[in-house]
């Protein structure tokens, strides 16, 4: 199993940028791919970004051109950096990690918030 933490939300102005980190620990060597949701009130939990341990990066539509995925092995840390936030971007983002099993690992999620 792994354990995930993140960090790195707050609050931001539209246009603003806010980068998070997510540390990972426990089994990492088992993790394949990891990356991030996010989950706003009312709405269902969806998909944001992702990197394989081999560092193939996918993103969602809404992230294009202005979110960035990356991983620090050496550190078991990932990020994603977030730039020209929007007021939608607003949500809970939570950390996964797929490894073999059935259902990923996931954290306990850091509130981004961005005022108009």
């Known amino acids: 199993q792994v354990q995930l933490v993140e960090s790195g939300g707050g609050l931001v102005q539209a246009g603003g940028s806010l980068r998070l980190s997510c540390a990972a620990s426990?089994?990492?060597?088992?993790?394949?791919?990891m990356g991030w949701s996010r989950q706003a009130p009312g709405k269902q939990r969806g998909f944001v970004a992702s990197i394989t341990s081999g560092g193939t990066t996918n993103y969602a539509d809404s992230a294009k051109g202005r979110f960035t995925i990356s991983r620090d092995n050496a550190k078991n840390t990932m990020y994603l950096q977030m730039n020209n936030l929007k007021p939608e971007d607003t949500a809970v983002y939570f950390c996964?990690?797929?490894?073999?099993?059935?259902?990923?690992?996931w954290g306990q999620g850091t509130q981004v918030t961005v005022s108009s």
């Open positions: 426990g089994s990492i060597f088992s993790i394949n791919s």
């Open positions: 996964f990690a797929r490894s073999s099993g059935p259902r990923p690992d």
